[in-house]
Structure formats: C-alpha cells, structure tokens
C-alpha cells in the first residue's frame, strides 16, 4: 500500500515561507499556498502591502515579517522570528536591463544582491540555525532569461544563472535530511515587475511571442505549489520552465 497522503498536492499542516510576498508571484504563490492548506509566512520590503495580503489569505495562523532581505540584520530577523519551516519559496528579486557596454558596478552590485545573495545567504542562515524541517522543499525564482540571455539581461540572466547552479549544489547537500531543492524559470508574465519595464522594452509584444498564451503570476504559483507538495517528493535539483511555448522554436 501506499503512503501517500489522499490529496498529493495538499499544503495541508505544513508551514511555508514566501519572500517578496508583497506583489507579483510572491503574492500569488502565497495566496495560493494558504487556499492549499499551508500556514504561510508572508516576508516582503512594503509593510503596508504586506498586511494586505496577510489579511487576505485564506485560514488563520499566518505571519508576517517586512524587511529588506539585503539587510544582514533584516535576514537575521526573519530567521529568528520563524519556526520551522516545511518549505520556502524565495521569490523576491529585481530586474534591471542594460546592455554589456552600459553595465556598472553599481548595476552589478544591484542585481546580485536581491537576486542571489539574499536568497542564498538566508538558505544558509535557515540551515545553520536548523529552521529547515526533515523533509522540506526549497523552492527559487529563477527566470527564463537565464536560458535564453534576451539582449540586455547580461547581468540580470547571470543573477539567476549563478542562483541556478548554487541551487543544484544545495540540493545535492540537504537531500540526506529528506529535503528538496528546485528552481521555477518563469517567462514574461503579467506583475508589476514587467510592468516597470515597460520603458525599456515592448513587454506586452514580448508575452504575445508566447505560443500558448499570456502567463499569469498564478500560473507560475501553481507550478511552485507543486514543488512544495507530496506530489514532487522524488523531484530535486530541477529546473522548471514555465514559458507558454515561448521556447518552442529553441533547440
């Protein structure tokens, strides 16, 4: 017989952790582990954001912690102020687009620090303090820029690329305590984020390029749900794109 739980994509009794949980896939991913069960903890830098989305989350028991994940003292916080966690989804970052011969340290330095030390640095912090329960899934925003390299992305593909590869490394380190490790690779969906670039590139030309049509932030929840979830338990060190056919004709 089986032991797998009745509903394999049941969040239920499990607690998750989202970061940039304030908008975008953040938010959706948060909304949509509660509607599955999970008690979540809600982490993002837009206080008053923030609590509008806990207070909007289905069941009870959900937490809220704002800060700035670039902040030592903030990433400290968070993982003092947390049980232990069944899953995390690390879902906070930035884009910015600039062509190579445009590129600055400060540009680099911008990136790196929303996009790969911040999560990479509280995974480490959630380990060394053992806030991480047997069993649990870890689950990062990657981006299909990191596959594709679209001109400008130089440095922001190279956040997630190098977040890509610690990534499979981490995996490979948590899976004798049952854990898990994945990356979500999402293509252009519909957020705020997208939104904000809509002066440096036609965003909306870009989504029609799509072959199966525009993504949602609640599409690319659906698919982190599923990493948190039983039904993902024999998968880890994957990279999951979510692209409605953009990478079709790539090969």
């Known amino acids: ?3 797998a739980p009745s509903n394999p994509f049941s969040l239920e009794g499990r607690r998750i952790l989202v970061t940039g949980a304030s908008s975008g896939i953040g938010e959706a991913s948060a909304r949509m582990c509660a509607n599955m069960g999970a008690t979540v903890v809600a982490c993002g830098r837009d206080t008053a954001r923030l609590e509008a989305v806990v207070a909007g989350l289905a069941g009870s028991g959900h937490q809220m912690v704002a800060g700035d ?3 030592p003292a903030a990433r400290h916080a968070l993982v003092d102020a947390v049980p232990a966690l069944d899953g995390c989804v690390f ?4 884009v910015a687009l600039a062509p190579m011969r ?3 340290q400060r540009h680099l ?3 790196f620090a929303v996009n790969y030390d911040a999560p990479v640095l509280l995974t480490q912090a959630l380990l060394a303090k053992r806030k991480l329960a047997p069993g649990a899934s870890l689950v990062y925003l990657s981006a299909l820029a990191e596959h594709t390299a679209p001109y400008a992305t130089g440095v922001y593909s190279g956040t997630k690329g190098a977040l890509e ?4 490394t981490i995996a490979s380190e948590v899976a004798k305590q049952g854990m ?3 990356c979500v690779s999402p293509g252009y969906v519909a957020t705020p984020m997208m939104d904000g670039l809509q002066n440096v590139m036609n965003s909306d030309s870009k989504m029609e390029m799509a072959a199966l049509g525009p993504i949602e932030a609640d599409d690319v929840a659906a698919g982190i749900v599923y990493l948190l ?3 993902s338990r024999w998968v880890s060190r994957a990279s999951l794109p979510i692209d409605a056919g953009l990478t079709l004709h790539h090969r």
Do not use: E, Q
Request: aromatic share 0%; charged share 20%.
């Open 1 to 3: 017989m089986s032991d």
């Open 69 to 71: 994940l670039t902040d």
């Open 91 to 94: 879902s906070a970052g930035v």
């Open 102 to 104: 445009m590129a600055s």
């Open 109 to 111: 330095d911008a990136l």
């Open 165 to 168: 590869s610690t990534v499979r």
């Open 180 to 182: 898990r490790a994945n």
């Open 229 to 231: 979830a039983p039904a």
